[in-house]
């Protein structure tokens, strides 16, 4: 006999499919990210770190690591939501879920869900492997934990938003090479904005990952470019008014439902 | 009982006195954003345990109208109910007494065929004992069982739809949308599905089930609708609807209310003569008289 409702099995069978699906492709989904950060550790890191002075007073390496593991649950959450609704749209296996009686803000949700677990267990690895290599310090864990969570639902939302509309591979491509990659390259994971010279320096601070970064960042190192009370404030607004805008398109149907 | 509701297991059935049907559609209407008039004031209605045969050329309305039964579109205007409860909100009671088997195979290709039951099994609310049992019945009841481990998009065409049936019916539900299951599939698995889609229905599923196949609505509806142009052009038995446009088949009625009557097998004659209130012995005198005279003056081709 289980002791769970209708509604809460409803809801673990759409999370457990999210899960399922990237769990059957780990060699795509966690193996790669896993090889990527392994790759910019090196090369970063050990080639180019040697000639880079320290940043925020840590050496450059380790300066590069809390905006690498932002980045592995970033981008993993958007590609993990806006491929699987995409790719479900087009089978039109959504069905499945969408005549069952499962609610909008249930499914809206777990589709969410899905790509924020993902993004969860990319960035635990990402951090297990820079632990093994680098020295890396957690110097403020009660920032980090909703920083990284908050940045993890926002993508996560993110790529939910992308794949209802998308009605093509394209479409994902595109948002997410020139507006994701752009948008964290130039958000300060490899580099301080105060490095930078006008108007970059300005500029980098309407960039929305830029503020991301730093509040990881400053959960690791405890340094920090921006004020971090503001910026999580910020961004749980960011982060909860994505996800209403998702729920009104699942509650509407648009792009889901003709 | 392999196919029957059972509400017994899936806890307290959804309410509703005995003769509430098992689908009520009234004055349903669907304009798509592209200004196509998809459904124009359909209205039907199936009795708890009835079977509906819904015939109608491509593009009448068939497909949009289960979709609106199913969540899966939004009518402009007009109202349905599946056992009382409102289909057009988000009425869980509404969703779980509907099990569709689509037209297009729609089966989730990461998934095995066991994992696409149980996932059905658990979007409905099942907990995992019931799935677990419910999904075992149904890979024995429609020889599924060797097949189980594999990936749906690595079945055959027969195998998928096989499995899109059972996935329809993994949650017990009380009114079961057929749209076209047996459109592309050889003989021996036709006759495979009209035998489990009449078990299905003797053990009180009500069915809506689209076809083009004349024969098969024949074979295995109580009641068949007509659906043109978005409209509901005739409903009735085989029989009633074939008196009421005086012709004698299920095949001519049907000519006859979609404007195709030259189509007949019966001649072509029957048809023209039922649509034009002439004799149809004295339209076929006629025509012979006509050919005749294009055979004499060379005009004939």
């Known amino acids: 006999m289980s002791g769970m409702s209708p509604s809460q099995i409803r809801f673990l069978a759409l999370v457990r499919r999210e899960v399922s699906r990237f769990m059957k492709i780990k060699r795509q989904t966690l193996g790669a990210p896993l090889l990527e950060t392994f790759l910019y550790i090196s090369v970063f890191g050990a080639a180019l770190g040697a000639r880079i002075d320290k940043l925020q007073g840590v050496d450059y390496v380790v300066f590069i690591v809390p905006g690498l593991i932002m980045m592995a649950w970033a981008t993993n959450a958007f590609a993990n939501n806006s491929s699987s609704i995409l790719q479900q749209k087009m089978e039109r296996a959504i069905d499945d879920q969408l005549s069952s009686p499962a609610s909008p803000a249930q499914l809206m949700m777990a589709f969410a869900l899905g790509g924020f677990i993902r993004g969860a267990v990319v960035a635990a690895i990402t951090t297990g492997v820079a632990l093994l290599l680098i020295d890396l310090p957690v110097e403020h864990v009660l920032v980090l934990i909703p920083a990284l969570a908050l940045v993890g639902m926002f993508f996560a939302q993110l790529g939910v938003f992308i794949g209802v509309r998308a009605e093509q591979f394209d479409d994902v491509a595109v948002a997410q090479t020139f507006l994701l990659q752009p948008l964290i390259f130039l958000g300060g994971v490899f580099y301080s904005a105060e490095l930078l010279p006008e108007p970059w320096s300005t500029i980098t601070h309407f960039n929305p990952v830029y503020y991301m970064i730093d509040l990881v960042r400053y959960g690791f190192l405890g340094t920090s470019e921006t004020n971090v009370a503001a910026s999580l404030a910020i961004l749980t607004a960011i982060v909860g008014a994505l996800t209403l805008l998702n729920l009104h398109r699942f509650r509407v149907g648009t792009h889901l439902r003709s | ?301």
Not at chain 2, 74 to 97: K, Q
Request: hydrophobic share 40%; charged share 25%.
């Open chain 2, 1 to 301: 009982m392999v196919f029957a509701p059972d509400p017994a297991e899936d806890g307290p059935p959804p309410t509703g006195p005995a003769d509430v049907p098992a689908l009520q559609a009234t004055d349903v209407a669907k304009r798509y954003p592209t200004g196509v008039e998809a459904l124009r004031g359909v209205s039907l209605r199936i009795e708890a345990g009835g079977f509906l045969g819904l015939l109608g050329p491509n593009g009448a309305g068939k497909s949009t109208l289960i979709s609106c039964i199913t969540g899966l579109a939004r009518p402009t205007a007009g109202s349905i109910e599946v056992f009382g409860h409102d289909a057009l909100g988000h009425d869980p009671e509404a969703r779980i007494a509907v099990g569709l088997a689509p037209q297009d195979i729609n089966l989730d290709w990461f998934l095995t065929v066991e994992e696409t039951l149980d996932f059905h099994g658990g979007y409905f609310g099942m907990p995992k004992r019931e799935r677990r049992a419910r999904t075992e019945e149904l890979l024995e009841a429609f020889s599924l069982t060797d097949k189980r481990d594999q990936r749906t998009r690595t079945l055959s065409g027969g195998m998928k739809r096989r499995v899109v049936l059972a996935r329809a019916l993994m949650h017990r539900p009380r009114l079961l949308i057929l749209d076209e299951p047996t459109a592309g599939v050889d003989v021996e698995l036709r006759l495979e599905l009209w035998h489990a889609v009449q078990q299905i229905n003797a053990e009180g599923t009500a069915i809506l089930l689209t076809t083009h196949y004349l024969e098969e609505a024949e074979q295995l509806c109580d009641r068949i609708a007509f659906i043109d142009g978005g409209r509901i052009v005739g409903e009735g038995t085989s029989a009633e609807l074939a008196a009421a446009h005086g012709v004698e088949t299920l095949e001519d009625a049907y000519l006859s209310l979609v404007g195709r009557h030259e189509l007949s097998r019966q001649g072509g004659i029957l048809g023209a003569a039922t649509a034009a209130g002439l004799d149809p012995e004295e339209l076929r005198r006629a025509r012979a008289a006509g050919a005749r005279d294009e055979a004499a003056d060379g005009t004939g081709r």
